[in-house]
């Protein structure tokens, strides 16, 4: 195992100190001078026609700069899928959900911002809506789209073997029925959006927290008709994403048109009310499943049925149904199965992409029914799933091959240091333990974007300073970066300056979205490094006199290996560069071998290897439930993830830490109440995220089965456990209570309830 | 001669618009949140000793956050010249002049700036000044630096051939003395610096007007002793340079160090008056010269002596006095030379670079002469000039190469628009003509920064980012880059976007100093973009089955020359690339073949090629003088500049109309008027620069000698003329009045008193 420098060691984030002492630049740090205050018109309907709009008197008051309707856009409708493509930057014509955007206006201050929405007259003609997705995809349900009918968004069916047959092998088959929970990102960045439109240049800058500053660009120039090199979008720091910052915005829209139309920059900031109902939820899924098994506790069968309640839009609800398939196959080795997903438009706020993008809800499912079935079979959970789960090296359904899988090791460590089957097999009072485990793609097919760029220059000191395009959430991707190069050029990450998320400056990068950035932009950098790396090896070798494998980088300088004594700074073999009439840059891309072509899996035909690689994880939960009350406090978490190789274990265990609280408040606290459209609880005090007092111990496990392709072996951290982590705790109530909930979240009161029955 | 799209074209500058609707950003139109605003406290005393500094009573004025003196300063000295370095960033035991700077205060607001530099106590002890140069140099003047005996700042003797053989030779001896003023640059925009220092990542940034962001980064860095990966200086758009934004100023200092004590953004902006007397100023020189020529007018000897008022600190003096022997010798060829020239130390303010740096004072004297010995001699100015000038070959005694030259060209054509040799022997009643000419460098050695680097690379429709380190001071270098990209990618200028002059996005360039941008840095962007097409091309070679050759470029596509219908969209070949693993990035780079390695001339040693190129021009100027006033009206000016190939005319001719002006000012009416080392008349109204209605009817001639190396044949614009020019009005009053004035400027009172003397 060679030796690292930077690479493998526990260093602080780049980021977290301005970001503690508050210098970090989010966007509403940003003022530009003229800056106007952007506010945004909301329908109060479900479901309506729009008759009539009279925007006159809002435009007339003192301070108003620019207001907008749907007919000041180019008209446009845009979503992630081109086929697809279902809402308007503005509402139009109708109006599908509470808290759809209708105007825009921009003005001096938001205090007259807001007094112009009221001055604002929409007529509309309401129309019948529905909520409830089994509803809507009835015959004769209100109609809410168009080129829908029985508002079916998409539909998903995925066979693979043959069902009947898995039906005669089974020895046990279970039939259940689970339903899960809306729910918000609830990223600690509420939206906000800021646009500054030259006139002159006819030029278009943005800030906005997103996902990739090069989706933003290309879908603003797509539906706001401006030349791509016309739209530049700017490196802010960005308050949390979790899938909920992929797409455009329509504060993008807004903030961008009405800065073209006042000739001045724009910002929007979104309430916290408008971040839990105007931009995207997670899909709550109704699911029901066959679950099939021999005595020995081999699968043989799963037959699944999933209706997801997609809301008003399309948004990325074709990946959301569909792309959990294949955590299943890289999971769990199933013969005969079938997969079948519909996703339904309803008059429910847009549901769109979320961590886990689906997985979470499909393995809460899955996780539960495995550990009822194991106990039909008198075998404890941990048993089953090894019995079950896919080896490295085998070859998926869809034609994916596993190359790297550290799945069984993360199930046996979590069990172990969690002493899960003892526990398991005799819950002491009140306490019980569950465990769960899944698996993760990374990286997917995104055309132009599959690959990713890095560059490196130095200055005049031998300094470095890195190009990606890469985008940090808050997930430390910046400082991986560095650290490479820092590794690579044997520089401190002090002496390396980055610039990242800039369309302008940054070369092309998938963004932070498939879990792609740890395998794929992160190789693009060390090759970048190794390329810069070996024409300064080229050129101190002429210096020294020394063979180039004679030669290593350090301490800003060259030297021979063993001999420190004999080095040259890489100052002077930069300037020897110049001089020779060669600069030194280093440039590096990678691009994962993918043979799936297509967009997304509609079907079960093999479509060869759909991503670089997968990741695994496994979690043990340790829960105390109250009988009285049904409040579960979970006490211990034993996180596995295998991660390839930890970059730095210290932003791993953070992302560990992260995965086990999100699944913490998916499993026992956290969902969007809904009534007849409308959100009722869309701030934080009737919406509970965990608190400082929630977290539980946390014993984060890493797991490195180093991948062939990955940088140093490294894959994605933490995304896989941020799955098995929240079925692990529906287990775990489960063996504390011998209740099993088969709906998120599973409050207190949904315990309460049971225990009273079943005591009865 | 090929046939160009973009460039040799007359095209309104990428900035022009940007410029006329005020949307450009300059620095005074930056605002960051927190920002403070900085003042200094200025000596009153020519030359003092401080005693003693009391800021108490200013930091405790409420909205001040932060104060500085010298001692809060690293106690470096800072200057151009490594081992001349002798100014302080703020002054620590002396002040030297009246303006220099003593004390930072940095405040809420400019008012309570000012109201605290009023409470700020400095005691001095008044030391004896000296202001006359002849004086300051004689035994027993006050001394200014303990380092400097006879407050000699620099002195420089180069001799060549032998000045007493050149004697005897000599049939017609001339001896003169001539003396000129001291000048302000008078950029439209003051002097303004924004610092923005973040405790966090320990970074600062910075906006200032430049002409070059690397010197800044560099001497900032060494000065202020901050790592050079941690200082960024980001582009703003300039107004004005003129050679005036050479050096690191101490309103960088101030504004960096009130930054990082203040926590918050500074931003500092002189007033007019600071700009005149506490930014740097044109050097007045005294000159006395022996000129002797043979009977047919062929130069003999030259033997000149220069003393020039240097003022209170080194600055760029010693390549105010040197340089300007490198335009003697390749534009006259003489014999026997001996150049000796003294820089003093006075207390006077800071003489430093100024457009021309020096050559206008010596051509002054120089073509003022010509015209004497002309006459004695029965020639006329055109014949005797014809006669002496350097041919294109020729290898100068500095060891240069003139590898392009179309002076003769110049002289003759200017003569001839103007209808020189005729109104010369003729003058009509009042009116007179002169000629004068020049020579300029292109480029010199700039030791790490001699060279320029340009990158390319492309968006996902095709279009480019182009990276250069160029900075734009108001000549359209900008401009220039991106049309240069624009001829060889086949793409109009609006699909091309420039990121330039930014320490971090930028790769190395010289600035814009000696004239190298068009021949060097403009070189480095042709030879990015020709890496990038051929490129483009084996590309499409392969997709459209051709051979390389037969490919264009053009509308964004390439096609086959001739039938442009089999074509491929660069968008297609971008993405062709990012597939075949191999990304598009072109990338340039030229540095000029030097000899001469040494930082600049001391003596007469052969030092080789010391610029890249020579650039020449001549100008023929018609006035009419008003006997009675004295006043001078120049009616025409018929300019001539080799600029090798112009890249744009139309920028090229503003460059001439600027260099006109630039003389018409010098020669006439622009002069710093000193009392007791106070600057008398630091305003727009006092200082007269021309104004619209002193503007001449003026005829640019572009003369194209293309030059081998520089692109498309490409050299400098205008800056040789803008010596020309100069003369040619001094020697055009001479012949209009019959009065020769040898002192600058050319003022009504100076005709005025002569014509009273000689009609008596």
Redesign the interface.
């Known amino acids: 195992m060679v030796d690292h420098q930077w690479v493998g060691k526990r260093i602080p984030r780049?980021d977290s100190?301005?970001k503690?002492?508050g210098?970090?630049k989010y966007t509403n740090?940003i003022?530009?001078?003229h800056m106007l205050h952007g506010k945004i018109l909301r329908s109060p309907y479900p479901h309506a026609r729009i008759l009539n709009i009279d925007k006159k008197r809002a435009e007339r008051l003192k301070g108003v700069k620019a207001v907008i309707t749907g007919r000041d856009t180019p008209g446009e409708r845009y979503g992630i899928l081109t086929e697809k493509r279902d809402q308007y930057l503005l509402a139009i014509d109708k109006v599908r959900y509470i808290g759809e955007e209708v105007v825009a206006v921009a003005a001096l201050d938001e205090e007259t911002a807001s007094e112009a929405l009221e001055l604002i007259k929409v007529e509309y003609e309401p129309l019948q809506p529905v909520f409830d997705p089994m509803e809507a995809i009835k015959e004769g349900a209100p109609r809410i789209h168009d080129h829908a009918p029985n508002n079916v968004s998409v539909q998903v069916l995925i066979e693979h073997g043959d069902v009947l047959k898995g039906l005669k092998e089974s020895d046990r088959i279970l039939r259940e029925h689970f339903e899960t929970a809306t729910l918000s990102h609830c990223q600690l960045e509420p939206y906000v959006s800021l646009a500054s439109y030259?006139?002159?240049?006819e030029r278009l800058m943005m800030w906005m927290p997103h996902q990739s500053p090069?989706v933003k660009q290309?879908g603003l120039?797509n539906t706001l008709k401006i030349?791509?090199?016309k739209i530049?979008i700017l490196r802010s720091s960005i308050g949390g994403a979790f899938g909920g910052r992929s797409e455009i915005s329509p504060a993008d829209f807004c903030a961008a048109l009405l800065s073209m139309k006042s000739g001045r920059p724009v910002k929007i900031e979104y309430l916290r009310e408008e971040t839990f109902s105007s931009t995207r939820q997670k899909h709550p899924w109704i699911i029901d499943l066959e679950m099939g098994a021999r005595k020995d506790g081999t699968l043989s069968l799963l037959k699944i049925n999933i209706v997801a309640d997609g809301g008003a839009y399309q948004s990325t609800g074709h990946i959301a149904i569909s792309v959990p398939y294949a955590m299943l196959e890289s999971t769990y080795r199933i013969p005969n199965i079938r997969y079948e997903a519909i996703r339904a438009y309803t008059n429910n706020p847009i549901r769109g992409a979320m961590k886990g993008h689906g997985v979470q809800q499909l393995y809460f499912a899955i996780e539960s029914s495995l550990d009822m079935l194991a106990e039909e079979l008198d075998l404890d959970p941990l048993e089953i799933r090894l019995k079950n789960i896919v080896q490295e090296g085998e070859k998926l359904r869809s034609g994916s091959r596993v190359k790297s899988c550290g799945l069984r090791d993360c199930l046996i460590q979590s069990a172990e240091e969690g002493r899960f089957q003892s526990k398991w097999r005799h819950p002491s009072k009140n306490r019980g333990v569950g465990i769960g485990c899944c698996s993760m793609i990374n990286g997917y097919n995104m055309g132009?974007r599959?690959?990713s760029?890095a560059?490196i220059?130095f200055?005049?000191?031998g300094?470095a300073?890195l190009f990606t395009g890469t985008t940090d959430n808050g997930q430390g991707n910046e400082s991986m970066m560095v650290q490479i190069a820092s590794e690579e050029l044997g520089m401190s990450i002090?002496?390396?300056?980055l610039?990242s998320a800039d369309?302008?400056?940054s070369?092309?990068d998938p963004g932070s979205y498939s879990m792609s950035t740890t395998f794929i932009s992160a190789n693009a950098v060390k090759a970048a490094s190794l390329d810069a790396k070996g024409r300064l090896i080229d050129l101190a070798s002429e210096v020294l006199e020394a063979n180039p494998i004679d030669i290593e980088l350090g301490n800003k300088s060259a030297f021979i290996k063993g001999t420190p004594s004999k080095a040259i700074p890489i100052k002077d073999l930069i300037?020897r560069a110049?001089?020779k009439?060669?600069?030194v840059?280093g440039?590096g891309?990678f691009?994962p071998e993918l043979g799936f072509k297509g967009g997304w899996i509609k079907n079960g035909k093999e479509r060869g290897q759909i991503t670089g690689t997968y990741s695994f994880g496994a979690a043990v939960a340790e829960v105390e439930v109250d009988r009285e009350t049904g409040i579960v406090k979970v006490l211990k978490a034993f996180a596995a993830q295998d991660c390839g190789f930890a970059i730095n274990p210290m932003a791993v265990e953070g992302q560990i830490d992260g995965s086990v609280l999100f699944c913490l408040g998916q499993a026992i606290s956290e969902e969007i109440v809904m009534n007849g459209g409308q959100v009722l609880n869309a701030n934080f005090l009737d919406y509970k995220i965990p608190v400082a007092s929630d977290i539980p111990e946390i014993n984060p496990i890493i797991i490195e089965r180093r991948d062939p392709d990955g940088p140093y072996g490294a894959k994605e951290a933490a995304e896989a456990l941020g799955i098995a982590m929240l079925p692990a705790i529906a287990n775990a109530i489960a063996n504390a209570t011998g209740i099993r909930i088969k709906s998120l979240p599973i409050t207190p009161e949904k315990i309460a309830e049971f225990i009273r029955v079943k005591n009865n």
């Open positions: 780049i100190l301005s503690a002492m210098s970090a740090d003022f530009l001078p030259d006139p002159a240049s090069f290309k120039s030349p791509l090199s530049r132009f599959t690959g760029t560059y220059k200055n005049e000191e300094e300073i002090e002496d390396i300056n610039i369309t302008e400056l070369p092309l300037k110049y001089e009439g060669k600069p840059l440039g891309y691009r």
